[in-house]
């Protein structure tokens, strides 16, 4: 009982670092968007992912250990595909990587106060409803893709929040790849659900996120008809960790 009250606290007072530190952040989105409209795409994200995030996780007292990122190409920008546990994701994966990426993301964030205005220039929306929405969308992850940055995709859409290590995949982040043919870069977070639990509404606690990287998956000369051997070779990687850290923590 005193866990999950602390747990609580600890969720609320995450939830009011994360909107206090968006806050302070006006001023510095508002120059860029005033001043340097051109930079702001860039100098948004590598504040995102470089300070916004580290110092997140600095002062909620979590730390995101990865393994595996000397796979990694330093001059290559790819389809990045993470799995989705709990509601604090984005920060993890924002955190561990030395690169910069957009995200596709549902068109419901635009409509958060503060966060919306922040965000926007920053990631992909989509409406998955709407098919002129993903239509849309699509051309704007292919256009990104091509000014060098990296996207990065939930291939299962929404977060996890069944008892299953992952949920069905979706096709569209292995489709972009193989149309653009970049790689696909692959993050597992092996034990977000012991951070931040997904099946209670605040849920928080210090500790250490394990994050692993694999080799990543060449899309050289692959095709369409090549999509399910694509989605079935990540999902076998993320599984992979997914099993090895459950057995090696002895976790739920």
């Not at 292995?174 to 977000?192: D, Y």
């Amino acid at each position: 009982m005193l866990a999950r009250i602390f747990r609580t606290i600890w969720a609320i007072y995450g939830v009011v670092i994360f909107f206090l530190m968006l806050i302070l952040s006006l001023p510095f989105f508002i120059m860029m968007f005033a001043f340097f409209p051109q930079k702001v795409d860039v100098w948004g994200l590598t504040y995102a992912h470089k300070i916004f995030a580290k110092v997140f996780c600095i002062l909620t007292l979590i730390r995101v250990k990865e393994y595996n990122r000397d796979m990694l190409e330093p001059n290559e920008n790819y389809i990045v595909v993470g799995n989705h546990q709990s509601s604090m994701d984005f920060v993890f994966h924002a955190l561990a990587t030395n690169r910069i990426y957009k995200w596709l993301a549902k068109k419901e964030i635009d409509n958060i106060p503060v966060m919306g205005f922040i965000v926007r220039r920053f990631v992909i929306f989509v409406a998955r409803k709407d098919v002129t929405s993903r239509k849309a969308s699509m051309q704007a992850l292919n256009e990104a893709v091509e000014k060098g940055f990296s996207i990065f995709i939930y291939p299962e859409g929404t977060r996890n929040v069944t008892k299953k290590a992952l949920k069905k995949f979706h096709t569209g982040a292995f489709r972009i790849a193989i149309e653009t043919q970049k790689s696909i870069a692959i993050q597992t977070i092996a034990n977000a659900r012991q951070i931040s639990n997904h099946r209670r509404l605040l849920d928080l606690r210090p500790g250490i996120i394990h994050l692993y990287w694999d080799k990543p998956i060449s899309t050289k000369g692959l095709t369409l008809e090549d999509l399910p051997r694509l989605s079935e070779k990540v999902r076998a990687t993320m599984m992979k960790y997914l099993k090895e850290e459950k057995k090696r923590f002895n976790l739920e």
